[in-house]
C-alpha cells in the first residue's frame, strides 16, 4: 500500500447552477457574463477565500498571476532548489536513469509544492482577459476543449493554496520538509520503475526518520504524523498542468516542462 493511499483527500469539484441568477432574465444573464470585467471587483473576489466556497462559476473562471515577472521568478528559484534536492541525494543517484527519470516526471509537482510552502510563497492572481467560458464561445469558435482546460481555474489555485496553508499551520522545521520530499520522491507506485523494492524502502525509511524525529520533538503532539501525512495528501490533487502553465509557461512558452525538468536534472 503507498504511503499516502490511507489519506487520500482528493475533492472533486461538481457543476453547480448559482442561485442568485435563477429568477434572472435572460437577457440580463447574457450581459452579466459578457460584461463582468469591472477589475477591482473580480480582483477582490479571485483573491478572497470566500469565492472558493460560494459559486462554482467563479470557481471555473481562468486565471493567470497578477505579478508574472516576480513570482515567476520566485517559483524558479524554488524549481532550481527542488532539483538540486533530487540530485543531491545518494539514494537517487544509485537509481536507474529510467527510475530517476519516472519519479521526476509524477514527483516534481508534489516537491515543487513543499517548496512553495517551505519558502512561504505569497502570490496572488488575477482575471485572465476575455476569460468567461461563455465569451470564448461566441468568440472563438476554434478554441478547443484541451486549450480551455489547459488554463489554470480559480478552483485549481484555491486547492493549491489551501495545501500551502494547511503546511504553514503545521509550522514543519526544515528536517520534517526534508523527509517528507524524500517519503514523496521515493514513490513505488509510479509506473515503469525498475528498482520497485530499493524505492520501497527508500520511502519507508524516509517515512520512519520523520516520524521519529516528530516523536523526538513533538512527544505531546500524537497526532502531528498523521496531520503531516493529510496535509501531503492533499498535494497529490495539485494538478501538474496547474502548477505549469500557472508559474511557468509565462517563462518557457511553449517549451515541454518534462523536457527542461530532465535536462536540469541530468546535466554535469
Known amino acids: 500500500m503507498s504511503f499516502f493511499t490511507m489519506f487520500s483527500l ?3 469539484i461538481t457543476n453547480s447552477t448559482c442561485s442568485g441568477y435563477q429568477d434572472q432574465h435572460p437577457h440580463t444573464i447574457l450581459y452579466n457574463i459578457l460584461s463582468w470585467r469591472d477589475s477591482d471587483y473580480l480582483n477582490n473576489k479571485l483573491n478572497s477565500r470566500s469565492i472558493a466556497d460560494n459559486c462554482h462559476c467563479d470557481q471555473r473562471r481562468t486565471v493567470c498571476l497578477k505579478d508574472p515577472k516576480a513570482t515567476c521568478q520566485v517559483a524558479s528559484n524554488v ?5 538540486c534536492f533530487m540530485r543531491s541525494l ?4 544509485q537509481l536507474p536513469s529510467g527510475d530517476k527519470s519516472s519519479l521526476l516526471r509524477h514527483c516534481w509537482v508534489p516537491l515543487f ?9 505569497v502570490f496572488e ?3 485572465v482577459p476575455n476569460s468567461s467560458i461563455l465569451r470564448q464561445i461566441l468568440l472563438r469558435p476554434g478554441l478547443s476543449e484541451n486549450e480551455a482546460i489547459i488554463q489554470p481555474t480559480l478552483a485549481g489555485v484555491h486547492r493549491l493554496r489551501t495545501c500551502l496553508h494547511q503546511l504553514w499551520n503545521l509550522d514543519l522545521s526544515p528536517k520534517e520538509y526534508a523527509y517528507l520530499k524524500g517519503a514523496m ?11 520497485i523494492l530499493f524505492i520501497e524502502g527508500l520511502q519507508q525509511e524516509a517515512q520512519r526518520a520523520l516520524q521519529e524525529f516528530i516523536h ?3 512527544q505531546e503532539d500524537t497526532s502531528r ?3 503531516i501525512l493529510l496535509a501531503a495528501s492533499a498535494i497529490q490533487n495539485v494538478s501538474h498542468s496547474l502548477v505549469t502553465e500557472l508559474f511557468f509557461k509565462p517563462v518557457i512558452g511553449n517549451t515541454n516542462m518534462v523536457d527542461l525538468l530532465t535536462e536540469m536534472l541530468f546535466v554535469q
Open 10 to 12: 482528493d475533492k472533486k
Open 79 to 83: 524549481l532550481v532548489k527542488t532539483i
Open 90 to 93: 545518494p539514494s537517487f543517484s
Open 113 to 121: 509544492v513543499l517548496g512553495l510552502a517551505q519558502e512561504r510563497i
Open 125 to 127: 492572481v488575477t482575471d
Open 185 to 195: 520522491l521515493f514513490n513505488p507506485v509510479v509506473q515503469g520503475l525498475s528498482a
Open 216 to 218: 523526538f520533538l513533538h
Open 225 to 227: 504524523f498523521q496531520h
